[in-house]
């Protein structure tokens, strides 16, 4: 069990709106950034968000993100075939003293 | 252009030991942390372990802790991975990946990633 949680999968059509959760703690998402990567399938993980809510320069501002107490959001607008992929949530944990993600979300464009 | 670029996987019996290392270029490696994050083949990305710039400061999820050790040689700009009494459920792509910041706690996140290295652990 992941110490984040994420849905399994979400899903939209193309051109329309997803948002991703990810839920956490206060040892968590409540004391600490969140960071939200893309990993497509057969490559290695890239970040997308850093610090809650900033994008790493050359992520389209179709990629957006938020924090607030315990959980964090991650939206996806104008939905591309391209986007398909698994989208993960991390962070730092106090109490674990580590780092933590979330289980990852598939999201499927229709 | 930053790159990653890890080595040492294979096939290992479980209680075996493997060394992945990581070489790091195109960036001053001596200003960031480091990780390494897992994945099983077909599952999520799993946390291993973290140190900081210096090398002072490391933490390991209690999955590993005991058994992996992490370290950095500055000076080759190389990132390592110690793995002992490998079991099973250590099957794995490891993924090298640079963190944001200089310390091995940082939550600002991983932002360049090697391709990862497959770790197999067999009975």
């Known amino acids: 069990q992941s110490v984040l949680t994420q849905p399994p999968s979400v899903s939209a059509a193309p051109g329309q709106k997803v948002t991703i959760s990810c839920s956490g703690s206060?040892?968590?998402?409540?004391?600490?950034?969140v960071s939200w990567y893309q990993q497509l399938p057969g490559t290695a993980p890239k970040l997308l968000i850093y610090d809650s809510n900033m994008r790493i320069s050359g992520i389209s501002d179709r990629f957006s993100a938020s924090k607030s107490g315990t959980s964090a959001i991650l939206a996806i607008t104008g939905l591309q075939a391209g986007d398909e992929a698994d989208y993960y949530c991390?962070?730092?944990?106090?109490?674990?003293?580590?780092?933590?993600f979330g289980g990852g979300t598939k999201l499927t464009v229709l | 252009e930053v790159q990653l670029l890890e080595s040492g996987g294979g096939l290992v019996q479980p209680g075996g030991s493997l060394r992945l290392s990581c070489a790091a270029s195109?960036?001053?490696?001596?200003?960031?942390?480091m990780s390494w994050v897992r994945q099983a083949p077909g599952k999520g990305l799993e946390w291993v372990s973290s140190i900081g710039a210096s090398g002072g400061d490391t933490y390991y999820a209690d999955s590993v802790k005991g058994r992996f050790t992490i370290s950095r040689d500055n000076s080759e700009t190389t990132l390592y991975l110690q793995m002992n009494s490998l079991r099973a459920d250590d099957t794995a792509f490891y993924y090298c990946?640079?963190?944001?910041?200089?310390?091995?706690?940082?939550?600002?996140?991983?932002?360049?990633w090697g391709q990862g290295t497959l770790v197999t652990v067999y009975s």
């Open positions: 991390g962070t730092w944990d106090r109490s674990l003293s580590a780092g933590v």
């Open positions: 206060s040892s968590n998402i409540g004391s600490y950034f």
């Open positions: 990946a640079k963190d944001r910041w200089s310390t091995g706690s940082s939550s600002s996140g991983l932002d360049y």
């Open positions: 195109g960036f001053t490696f001596t200003r960031y942390a």
